[in-house]
C-alpha cells in the first residue's frame, strides 16, 4: 500500500525568504502523479502544483517549485519570496495512475507554516 | 463561473438523527469524492465515485452512505451509526479520465447538538 509521510508538522519563515517543506512517499508503483495542496484558514482546498512521476523536470508555478527524487521517493515544496498570504496548511498528495477505478488520493497529515512579517 | 457548491457551510445534528450533506459541481468532472477532516489531521475518503450510479467505500465508510444518481450531484448521509460524525467535510471533484487534479469545495462543518 502507497502511504505519504510529512515529517514536519509545524514550519514557520519569515516574510520574504524561502522555506522548503518535506514529502516522503512509499509505492512500488512507477507511473503516478504528486500533489502539493494548500488550506489557508479559510478551509479551502487549493491546488499548489502536480508532479508527473515520467518527467524528470521538477515542476514550477511562480513562486513555487518542487524537488522531485523519484529514487529516493522525495517531493519536497520550495516557496520562495514568502508572502503572508502563504500561511496555511500543506498537504502532499500521491496517485498511483495506473490504479483504475481506484485512482483515489493518498494524503499525507500536513505541515503547518506559518508566515511571520 | 464553474465549480462545487458544497451546502450548507455549518449543520447541526441531534442525536438519532440522519443529515445530508450537499455537493454539487459544473465542471462536468466524472468522479467525486466525499473527504472527512478532523482538527489536526489530514483529510480521510468516506466514499467516492468514478461514474454516475455507482460509488465505492473509501477508508472510514462506517456510518455514511452516498448516492449518485445525476453526474452533478453526489450528497453524503451521516447516519445515526456514526457515532462521532463532528468533523470537517470536504467534496471534491475530477477528471479522472484525464488524471486531473481534485477540485475541492468549501466545506461543511458538521457538529453535534
Known amino acids: 500500500a502507497q502511504t505519504v509521510t510529512q515529517s514536519q508538522p509545524e514550519m514557520s519563515v519569515q516574510e520574504a525568504e524561502t522555506v522548503t517543506l518535506s514529502c516522503t512517499y512509499d509505492t512500488s508503483e512507477s507511473n503516478y502523479y504528486l500533489f502539493w495542496y494548500k488550506q489557508p484558514p479559510s478551509r479551502q482546498m487549493i491546488l499548489v502544483i502536480r508532479q508527473e512521476a515520467y518527467k524528470q523536470q521538477n515542476a514550477t508555478e511562480n513562486r513555487f517549485s518542487v524537488n522531485f527524487q523519484k529514487a529516493a521517493k522525495s517531493f519536497s515544496l520550495k516557496i520562495s519570496d514568502s508572502q503572508l498570504g502563504d500561511t496555511a496548511m500543506y498537504f502532499c498528495a500521491f496517485m498511483n495512475i495506473n490504479a483504475g477505478n481506484n485512482r483515489k488520493l493518498i494524503w499525507g497529515l500536513g505541515t503547518s507554516l506559518a508566515v511571520n512579517p | 463561473d464553474g465549480g462545487i457548491t458544497q451546502s450548507p457551510k455549518y449543520l447541526f445534528r441531534k442525536e438519532g438523527q440522519n443529515v445530508t450533506l450537499s455537493c454539487e459541481q459544473n465542471?462536468?468532472?466524472?468522479?467525486m469524492y466525499w473527504y472527512r477532516q478532523d482538527p489536526g489531521q489530514g483529510l480521510r475518503l468516506i466514499y467516492y465515485?468514478?461514474?454516475?450510479?455507482?460509488?465505492q467505500k473509501g477508508d472510514i465508510a462506517e456510518g455514511y452512505s452516498v448516492s449518485r444518481e445525476k453526474k452533478e450531484s453526489f450528497p453524503l448521509t451521516v447516519t445515526s451509526a456514526q457515532k462521532n460524525p463532528t468533523a470537517f467535510y470536504l467534496c471534491a471533484s475530477s477528471n479522472a479520465v484525464n488524471n486531473q487534479p481534485q477540485h475541492f469545495g468549501d466545506g461543511t462543518r458538521l457538529s453535534i447538538l
Open positions: 465542471l462536468n468532472h466524472d468522479a
Open positions: 465515485s468514478q461514474i454516475v450510479n455507482d460509488f
